[in-house]
């Protein structure tokens, strides 16, 4: 098998975008932007990679290749979907990039086909690496006699009542599919008779009931739950005689935005939402390879579809997200070591109330999953609903979890008297009905709760506290780049801040007070906040390093972010390279931006980084003619962050903090094991270390940074420690011997 490390992945479809080398470029140019969905799906093959490369360990790979079936899902159903609503209106615009509705659909298409035929081939092979480690996905008829026997008397026990046989005749209509289920269409006839009959049976997985993947026995033996059904249909249709059975699933379309300002409540119209999704057009159906034509034909009809277009054949098991399943086997030598986040250092050997410990030592840097969620953001959270002194909290909150302390400290401190006040984002994608759910849990507390601005998404991470310091209140407050979420906290890499800025707290009060209230300030003192100061600040810092740039002081741009989209922001950037400035961009999955383009973009670069943690963080840096400033927050450069969400980005002023920022963009951006270059072309290189060379990647480098930093605070800690113990003996030694 050839060595994926040496992969060379293309971003476009479209391979003729090439520049000539003049110095007056065109900077609308559509040949110098990438395109957006293109740019995702070339992430989705840098992450199907790390299923092929032989040196992770083996659930892992199997991890990874769940993940990018995850992703293509939720592509049809969002990207896919918009692209078919704007051709179903008639929609013949092009994108910055050149590329009409139409074409998109078609490039997507084929890089989708290209990336599954991979996927195909990946899992036969991972299935062959399973088996040689002992565990297998088989099929119930290469099990033994005992083995079939237990697992029908399973069936018949735990998942035959479950199951609800449909026919499918002119008495019986065309069944209704839900979104992202497993289906088995049957045909069927009487043994007497030769009329064919069919009927759809719905394959019920459920996490708590059915998993997908039926263990057989102790060991690592599993069938599929479609599998299994499929080869116990006479208990389901008895006496008849079964002559096909197949397996199909639809993907719908998520993309529904209902009229939000002729909503007289939001909530009741997100419900809405949700339950027109799940009546919404279909834009995908996969079917198992071998199907009959003319069943094939028949389901295309049914639903709706293109038979050409938007059906797919797979020949391996269907839907491999459910490799999960898999993946997260308890056998430690298939997986990567445990990680346990680290104590904050300032935060681990020091008891105090954390709101002293922030007024004392300034501004704490919180690095996710490196350090602890629980013992930072979740101890600021349950401290400022303990203590007296806190008057009251006001808190964004997008996407959040059960498993998390922060819905119970945010009851508690209003059951503690405290005026608490949650911006619950109703919109946050795929998360909605848990967040109605949360929404009603916190109003049930005596919490205010509101939505948000209408027509904006407000994705921003924010927690502010008003506390009684003495004389006078004080704010205290945590932004972040990475949701209130105690699960993906340990997934992501994320940033935050925990601090008590005078002139960012009264920021952050008018900004509390736009999103209950209704106008924005015209500016804000530190903060950038979009819808309105953000895209204008960061076009403005790009044009100040323009002008500060000259050969003796070289100016310098530095970006880490999930996506770069926005036109704007992109031509900004060229602008900027076009006279010399350096631009680094660490951008994981789209990114419209072009590096090394002959006289204009040279002086750049643009790197992605996949690894073990889902890379999140968002920082930016301008040298600023050696006036350095570091941002992090919550937007990623892309059109509807910018103008469309309440976003924030906030200063990192603490020469210390800067320190520890910069060494995240140093280690990343010298990564030679998990980060890829983007070609001048858009395809990405992956960088392969030199031979015998025995560095980490950033993401391992940065595990052992953290676990230094918190050992080093600790001996610091029990030195002072013992000084402190031996000033005191010595106190003691001499007032002993002045006594005597």
Known sequence: ???????????????????????????????????????????????????????????????????????????????????????????????????????????CHTVIFEIQQAQQRIYHELQTALEEAGIRITQYEALDATQQQTLREHFQQNIFPMLTPLAMDPSHPFP???NQTLN??????????????????????????????????????????????????????????IESCDLFRVTRNANL?????????????????????????????????????????MLAAELGLDQEQDVFEINRMMALRDLFEIATLNIPELRNPPHYP???????????????????????????????????????????????????????????SAEGNVLDSL???????????????????????ANIRWARRLEQAGIHVTYGVLGLKTH???????????????????IGTGNYHAGTARLYTDLGVLGCDEDTGKDLTELFNYLTGYSPPPSYR??????????????????????????????????????????????????????????????????????????????????????????????????NGGDEEYFIGSADMMQRNLMQRVEVLTPVESPALRQELRLILDVQLGDKHSAWDMQSDGTYVRRIPDSGETSLNCQETLIGVVERRLDAAKKHREKRMREKLMNHFKQRLRSNQELS
């Open 1 to 107: 098998m050839s060595q994926p490390d040496q992969a060379t992945i293309d971003t476009n479809s479209q391979t003729g975008n090439e520049v000539e080398p003049v110095s007056d470029i065109d900077l609308n140019d559509s040949s110098l932007y990438l395109n957006r969905e293109l740019t995702w799906l070339a992430f989705n093959r840098r992450v199907l990679n790390e299923a092929e490369v032989e040196k992770n360990p083996l659930l892992e790979r199997v991890k990874f290749l769940a993940i990018v079936s995850r992703n293509l899902d939720e592509f049809f159903m969002k990207r896919i979907g918009g692209l078919k609503q704007q051709l179903a209106a008639g929609l013949t615009t092009t994108t910055v990039d050149g590329r009409t509705p139409q074409q998109q659909l078609i490039e």
């Open 176 to 178: 209704f599919i839900s």
């Open 411 to 433: 009851i508690k401190a209003a059951r503690n008297g405290k005026q608490v006040a949650v911006l619950v984002e109703l919109k946050a994608r795929f998360d909605e009905a």
């Open 257 to 297: 935005e209902l009229d939000q300002e002729s909503a007289s409540d939001l909530l009741e119209a997100i419900e809405t939402e949700l339950r027109e999704r799940h009546f919404a057009p279909i834009v995908r159906l996969e079917v198992s390879a071998g199907m009959n034509p003319t069943h094939r034909g």
């Open 460 to 478: 921003s991470k924010l927690i502010m506290v008003i506390r009684k310091d003495y004389s006078q209140l004080r704010r205290y407050y945590h």
């Open 526 to 623: 530190k903060i950038l906040a979009a819808p309105y100061t953000l895209k204008q600040s960061l076009v403005e810092k790009i044009e100040r390093e323009i002008r500060l740039h000259d050969e003796g002081h070289p100016g310098h741009i530095q970006m880490k972010m999930n996506a770069l989209e926005d036109h704007d922001i992109v031509k900004a950037l060229y602008k900027a390279t076009q006279v010399g400035v350096k631009v680094d961009l660490i951008v994981r999955d789209t990114c419209r931006f072009r590096p090394g383009i002959p006289g204009l973009s040279e002086s750049s670069s643009v790197i992605s980084i996949v690894g073990r943690f889902l890379e999140h963080a968002r920082i930016i840096y301008f040298l």
């Open 184 to 241: 088995l269409l049957v045909t069927l006839r009487f043994p007497s008779g030769y009329d064919l009959h069919m009927a759809r049976v719905k394959v019920p997985v459920s996490k708590d009931v059915s998993p997908r993947l039926i263990q057989v026995d102790e060991d690592y033996t599993f069938v599929t739950l479609d599998n299994l059904i499929a080869n116990n249909l006479d208990m389901l249709f008895p006496g008849m005689k």
């Open 342 to 400: 680290s104590d904050h250092p300032q935060l681990a050997h020091d008891r105090r109330n954390i709101f002293h410990i922030i007024r004392e030592h300034g501004s704490l840097l919180l690095q996710h999953p490196y350090e602890s969620f629980t013992t930072t953001v979740e101890r600021f959270l349950r401290t400022a609903a303990e203590d007296p002194k806190v008057l009251a909290i006001k808190m964004t909150l997008y996407r959040t």
